[in-house]
Nanobody
Framework: QVQLAESGGGLVQPGGSLRLSCAVS????????MGWYRQAPGRQRELVAT???????DYVDSVKGRFTISREYAKNILYLQMNSLKPEDSAFYYC??????????????WGPGTQVTVAS
């Protein structure tokens, strides 16, 4: 079964950058689309970036021009380069399949996520 492990989060000042990584235990080569989601306290989880098996990317308007999603097939790793970070980008970030998350034992499966905090 698939295991997801996100990393790379931390505390950064506004305007700073972070690069998130997501290690997938299984191959992502045959998955049509993978993405990065985020969830801030008290808010619903939202999809912020998507990459298809053909390399087509898409972003939510609030991160366009600042975030870049990419993947490395050989290492089964998904990345999210985040530049010009804003306080409103603060959240837990998760990777998963798009549009529906992986399922395990009849439930949606999510990794532990990685926390991003943007503050002075």
């Amino acid at each position: 079964q698939v295991q997801l492990a996100e990393s790379g989060g931390g505390l950064v000042q506004p305007g700073g950058s972070l690069r998130l990584s997501c290690a997938v235990s299984g191959s992502i080569a045959n998955i049509n689309a993978m993405g990065w989601y985020r969830q801030a306290p008290g808010r619903q989880r939202e999809l912020v970036a998507t990459i298809t098996s053909g390399g087509i990317t898409d972003y939510v308007d609030s991160v366009k021009g600042r975030f870049t999603i990419s993947r490395e097939y050989a290492k089964n790793i998904l990345y999210l380069q985040m530049n010009s970070l804003k306080p409103e980008d603060s959240a837990f970030y998760y990777c998963n399949k798009v549009p529906d998350p992986f399922r395990q034992r009849g439930e949606d499966y999510w990794g532990p996520g990685t926390q991003v905090t943007v503050a002075s």
